[in-house]
């Protein structure tokens, strides 16, 4: 397992991070999540994402339960706050009294004392980012969480986050988008500003919900128990978008591509995300062990330019560049 710095921070992370949206608590049982964690930490990886929201807060303790016993020093745990955690007014965004409030939760659920990561979830635009800020602030002078970060913010997002983050003397680090081969929106606008501002990309849907591992074929159902036939935890909903014929059908053509290099298709589009030197890890989830292990496998290669040139030629026509598709839920009526 390689490791890298987030932002201009001295943390440094393992490359190929768990995560647990959908699996933890809603598509797969307790013992075989344990399962996953326990592969992912044998694997070498030493930092894992989740949230509060994740099956209404299962996920955190199914996190915490599987982590439990590691020694708190040698792994890195990221939440996040934002999406509602109950049927109360106050029970979402990002208010002084949902993020106070929120941390104390997770850190229950999780059973530890501190985060390494607490990021807002999304940007939350009915609250004053100076009032959002200053809550994120007094989180880590309490020693409840070491660094701050975001999720799917635009680029001027970030940069009057990170003003204020300046201002208030706190590490805001990093962003987590959606990112793959395939939903390259981040490219345009996110990846250069971040840059600039000393933020990396924790990327999630590096295989863009299964489908870059190739098991979606064009013309047929999807196979049985895959993420598409999940309606309870809401796979299928997530991974529609990209079940067309032509998708699938582009996708099939990257497996030579991933046979000359000795990848499966999944251990590919892993590797292709972390090409991209502005991100930091690229966030895997599994509903078994083995894919941890194949995932890993990631970690550590090198892509020379004729590749990528013959993955992005392929996927060019089917992938999603525009940046306008970076957005936070607008205000409730």
């Known amino acids: 397992m390689e490791f890298r710095h987030l932002g201009r921070s001295g943390l440094k992370i393992s490359e190929i991070t768990y995560g647990n949206w959908i699996t933890h608590g809603g598509q797969v ?17 030493t930092t894992f994402d989740t949230a509060d929201a994740y099956a209404g807060g299962r996920a955190e303790q199914v996190l ?23 049927s109360g007014p106050n029970d979402r965004g990002l208010s002084r009294k949902h993020i106070v409030e929120s941390i104390e939760g997770s850190l229950r659920r999780l059973g530890t004392d501190h985060l390494d990561l607490y990021q807002a979830h999304r940007y939350d635009h009915e609250t004053p980012l100076e009032e959002t800020m200053q809550a994120f602030a007094d989180v880590v002078r309490s020693g409840k969480a ?31 988008p959606q990112y793959s081969a ?33 098991k979606y074929l064009p013309g047929q159902p999807p196979p049985e128990g895959s993420r598409a036939t999940d309606e309870k935890a809401g796979g299928a909903q997530f991974i529609s978008r990209w079940m067309r014929d032509d998708v699938l059908e582009r996708v099939q053509q990257l497996k030579p591509i991933a046979d000359d290099l000795g990848l499966s298709m999944a251990a590919l589009a892993v590797a292709w995300v972390l090409q991209e030197e502005n991100v930091a890890a690229a966030i895997i ?28 030629e392929v996927l060019a026509p089917v992938a999603q560049t525009d940046p306008a598709l970076t957005r936070s839920p607008q205000p409730r009526p």
Request: proline share 5%; with cysteine; charged share 25%.
């Open 29 to 45: 049982e307790a013992d075989a999540a344990t399962a996953c964690v326990r592969a992912a930490l044998d694997a070498g990886i």
């Open 64 to 86: 915490g339960k599987a982590l439990a016993g590691e020694s708190r020093s040698s792994i890195e745990i990221f939440s996040k706050v934002y999406f509602p955690t109950g």
């Open 146 to 176: 070491l660094y701050i970060g975001v999720s799917e913010w635009r680029a001027e997002e970030l940069r009057a986050a990170k003003a204020l983050a300046d201002e208030l003397k706190v590490p805001l680090v990093s962003n987590q």
């Open 182 to 214: 395939l939903y390259r929106v981040p490219e345009a606008e996110v990846i250069p500003t971040s840059r600039e501002l000393g933020i990396s990309q924790v990327v999630f849907s590096p295989i863009a919900q299964g489908i870059l591992t190739g």
């Open 285 to 312: 989830g599994a509903s078994r062990p083995e894919q941890v292990t194949d995932n890993v496998k990631a970690s550590g290669v090198r892509l020379d330019d004729d590749v990528r040139a013959r993955i992005d």
